[in-house]
């Protein structure tokens, strides 16, 4: 166990529709970063909170938005579904802005009917 | 921009027998690289990281690891393997971008463990 949490673990939904995930880091991590991982595209970073801020942005469209709350909870939220965004998303977290060592969460599946 | 080259996708391996996934980067000053594995149903975890000092690491369930900068490779190794060890492996490099940092990863290589 990581210590990361994300829910849902799997979420159904239709195109157009919007879906909210949410993670929580191991305790005392600042860091939160979301990675989309599919078939086609493999692992990709999506963007990064330090502290509640937004330290880097990585290939997230401009449909996706995320945030990092004064507990450190994050939620990354997906509107405007297409099929192209069904995925496993993943969460981490690190003690620092760095990404030295990353904790995943074992993941939300999307999946966009 | 930095990027990584995983180029095996699937590799099977005997039970006891050795093994080495290949990873190759690209980066122009000194990289910053890992392995991460992910088992099925699961988030990835860190096996072993290099970022300066003895090319040969050791990682975590008996997992090594060696950079070689004349090739530009990462590979990683195992002596014996258990079946267990069957996940999907990630090498991974920290990419420089305006100060800034984020973890670009290989598409991954599939290791599959026969009996």
């Known amino acids: 166990d990581s210590g990361v949490t994300q829910t849902p673990k799997h979420l159904i939904t239709a195109t157009g529709q919007r879906v909210t995930l949410r993670c929580s880091p191991r305790s005392g991590d600042l860091s939160v970063y979301w990675y989309q991982q599919s078939l086609d595209q493999g692992l990709q970073f999506l963007i990064q909170y330090y502290n509640g801020e937004e330290r880097a942005k990585g290939n997230i469209l401009e449909r996706f938005s995320a945030q990092q709350f004064p507990d450190l909870h994050s939620e990354l939220n997906l509107s405007s579904l297409e099929l192209g965004d069904s995925a496993l998303y993943f969460c981490a977290s690190s003690p620092g802005h760095w990404g030295e060592k990353l904790f995943f969460g074992s993941g939300t599946q999307l999946s966009v009917l | 921009a930095q990027s990584v080259t995983q180029p095996d996708i699937h590799i099977t391996v005997s039970e006891g027998a050795s093994l080495e996934l290949r990873c190759n980067y690209s980066y122009g000053a000194t990289p910053y690289l890992f392995w991460y594995v992910q088992s099925p149903g699961q988030g990835l975890q860190l096996l072993l990281k290099?970022?300066?000092?003895?090319?040969l690491v050791q990682g975590i369930k008996g997992f090594e690891a060696e950079f070689k900068r004349s090739q530009s490779s990462f590979n990683l190794r195992k002596p014996s393997v258990h079946w267990s060890d069957a996940a999907e492996y990630f090498c991974?490099?920290?990419?420089?971008?305006?100060?800034?940092?984020?973890?670009?990863f290989g598409t991954g290589t599939r290791l599959l463990v026969s009996p």
């Open positions: 290099y970022f300066s000092g003895d090319t």
């Open positions: 991974a490099v920290v990419e420089m971008n305006t100060g800034f940092q984020k973890l670009v």
